[in-house]
T-cell receptor
Framework: GAVVSQHPSRVICKSGTSVKIECRSLDFQATTMFWYRQFPKQSLMLMAT?????????EQGVEKDKFLINHASLTLSTLTVTSAHPEDSSFYIC????????????FGDGTRLSIL | QKEVEQDPGPLSVPEGAIVSLNCTYSNSAFQYFMWYRQYSRKGPELLMY????GNKEDGRFTAQVDKSSKYISLFIRDSQPSDSATYLCAMKPGAGSYQLTFGKGTKLSVIP
């Protein structure tokens, strides 16, 4: 149980392209989803928290116009990196949790984004 | 002082050894503690989730929490090469809080 699917797993694209990453909870309803960024040999850095049907809450220093988050249903959240540049290259990971916060977060397998 | 301290390793052990992984924390508000395993180029996988002080066992894994010392541990018995991964501790305050605070992770290699 508690499976989170993230797609695509790998993206390579040119600078200036917008990239959309999907995060789906397959066997539970995720009222809250999270988007993280992870640099090599570093821990996860929270970018934003999204609740179904509401606007995402972004962490300090994360550009909301750059990283668009949509959480339209209880099983799907998307992260769109707009006009991506080489410095946006990173490993992006989503996680999901159910109502109440007691349950732990379950993570997707991440998306490796490379901007040329 | 960082909120959560975790030795990044790397830690190399022979197959069959008992592995001890640890985190210390400074925020006494943390009440929920987790251990995640992350293989290279994959997302973290939840291993253990604990609330109270004491031990919790699941197969070859034992999670230990000592809130008085602000210290948590993960023990792996009979370690296997497939246990080679980075282990992340994570913690959060009350049940209503979603946001996790992670350690930096300890890279473990189990040598056959």
């Amino acid at each position: 149980g508690a499976v989170v699917s993230q797609h695509p797993s790998r993206v390579i694209c040119k600078s200036g392209t917008s990239v959309k990453i999907e995060c789906r909870s397959l066997d539970f309803q995720a009222t809250t989803m999270f988007w993280y960024r992870q640099f090599p040999k570093q821990s996860l850095m929270l970018m934003a928290t999204s609740n179904e049907g509401s606007k995402a809450t972004y962490e300090q220093g994360v550009e909301k116009d750059k990283f668009l988050i949509n959480h339209a249903s209880l099983t799907l959240s998307t992260l769109t990196v707009t006009s991506a540049h080489p410095e946006d290259s990173s490993f992006y990971i989503c996680s999901a949790s159910t109502t109440g916060g007691v349950q732990p977060q379950h993570f997707g397998d991440g998306t490796r984004l490379s901007i040329l | 002082q960082k909120e959560v301290e975790q030795d990044p390793g790397p830690l190399s052990v022979p197959e069959g050894a008992i592995v001890s992984l640890n985190c210390t924390y400074s925020n006494s508000a943390f009440q929920y503690f987790m251990w995640y395993r992350q293989y290279s180029r994959k997302g973290p996988e939840l291993l253990m989730y604990t609330y109270s002080s004491g031990n919790k066992e699941d197969g070859r894994f034992t999670a230990q929490v000592d809130k008085s010392s602000k210290y948590i541990s993960l023990f792996i018995r009979d370690s296997q090469p497939s246990d080679s991964a980075t282990y992340l501790c994570a913690m959060k305050p009350g049940a209503g809080s979603y946001q996790l605070t992670f350690g930096k992770g300890t890279k473990l290699s189990v040598i056959p």
